[in-house]
């Protein structure tokens, strides 16, 4: 195994005319690159400590080589008495007490500045759903869900031309329809939650990866140096769709920030639902099928056929064929116990009556009901 790998490097700085390759492929083994003093810090500590670990065990196991070597029974050698030897109880109990010392206090030091969340320029609320992440700014009203983008077609594809087209592209399973944007330079604290079962928000790039536990508040912070994009994923195992629930910050500078919450502010103010508007069965269907794609397909399937026996099929189930009043109260609450989670979070009064609309009316349901928002908001709790 040695012999190939250097092997690999030496044929990599032949071509090369230098070793500038040889160290960026070393980095993809590393920690990634630091985008943050927290990441720095963390990235400066894990190397002081695998340097020490390194000298540690050149010198025991180095010391235990020379020994049995040179001083094997073969040449004559008899083992030396230390029963009750002072000197070495001593120094076998100093010289490691001086050594944890010394990791302990940059380490120390390095979890104290993790934890201050004090005095932050702005703060961002990010919730854990299976499977994919909320965001509140809480400063700029802004809110909004991220999703994976990865298309689901490339995803399932096993096929030979399928795994060459995974291999192709570009961030694969690390993109989203809706990325955290951030002004670089300014103090961003985070706070984590869930509202399902725990995940974990992971940006190595900014040394961050805290814990979203449903019921608890927890949080974190981090101040971007460099204007670029930053990718994460979900580092807590939380079910079926674990590995598909990425994370991507944008780091922009604050002119480009400023003009990103403008643009959002309008977003949500076009995209907002009249309360008086009275909607068609049709417009709760084609709205219905959206809302679908984007939450419930990933685990009951685009023919709404499941995936047996965590996710039963809709297509012709007692819930989507029985009194809609049930259909309602199983996609609001969820049901405890199973993979089935709750919506009355995540989605509006309309997004739910309409994609309980759809799933009424499509494949083999043929129900010809139509739930309104007014039912839905009805059967809240």
């Known amino acids: 195994m040695i012999s190939k790998w250097i092997k690999r490097f030496a044929v990599v700085a032949a071509a090369a005319g230098s070793l500038a390759p040889v160290l960026a492929a070393a980095e993809q083994y590393n920690l990634q690159a630091p985008q943050t003093i927290i990441a720095r810090e963390i990235y400066d500590l894990h190397t002081l400590i695998f340097v020490i670990c390194c ?22 050698h008899k083992a030396a008495q230390f029963h009750e030897n002072t000197t070495v109880e001593i120094a076998w109990t100093v010289v490691p007490f001086v050594i944890l010392i010394g990791m302990a206090v940059p380490a120390a030091k390095t979890i104290i500045q993790m934890k201050d969340t004090s005095a932050p320029d702005m703060t961002i609320k990010a919730t854990g759903y299976q499977w994919k992440w909320g965001y ?17 077609d490339m995803i399932t594809d096993n096929s030979p031309e399928g795994y060459k087209k995974r291999e192709g592209y570009a961030n694969y399973l690390l993109e989203v329809d809706n990325p955290v944007v951030v002004p670089i330079g300014k103090k961003i604290r985070i706070i984590l939650t869930a509202n399902d079962v725990i995940h974990a928000w992971w940006v190595p790039a900014f040394g961050v990866k ?45 002119e480009k920030y400023a003009q990103w919450v403008a643009e959002q502010k309008k977003k949500m103010a076009a995209q907002a639902d009249d309360p008086n508007k009275v909607y068609t069965a049709d417009e709760l269907k084609a709205r219905g099928e959206k809302v679908y794609a984007a939450n419930c397909q990933v685990c009951h399937q685009p023919n709404g056929m499941g ?3 965590a996710f039963p099929p809709l297509s012709g189930s007692k819930i989507a064929t029985g009194p809609k ?9 969820g049901k405890p116990g199973t993979a089935m989670a709750a919506f009355k979070q995540q989605l509006s009064d309309v997004d739910i009556a309409s994609v309980i609309t759809f799933e009424r009316n499509s494949w083999n349901n043929k129900t010809g009901d139509m739930v309104s928002p007014a039912d839905v908001k009805n059967l809240r709790k």
């Open 210 to 254: 805290q814990d979203a536990i449903p019921g608890f508040v927890r949080d974190s912070w981090f101040k971007v140096d460099k204007a670029g994009t930053y990718r994460g994923q979900c580092a807590e195992l939380c079910g079926k769709e674990h590995g598909f629930m990425p994370i991507v910050v944008e780091a922009v500078e604050p």
């Open 136 to 152: 509140d700014y809480l400063q700029e009203g802004i809110s909004f869900y991220s999703s994976l983008a990865t298309p689901r």
């Open 55 to 76: 000298v540690i065990f050149v010198v025991v196991f180095g010391a235990m080589t020379y020994s049995i070597i040179y001083h094997r029974k073969s040449l004559g």
């Open 325 to 333: 009043e049930g259909h309602i109260e199983r996609v609001l609450n």
């Open 307 to 309: 995936t047996p026996p």
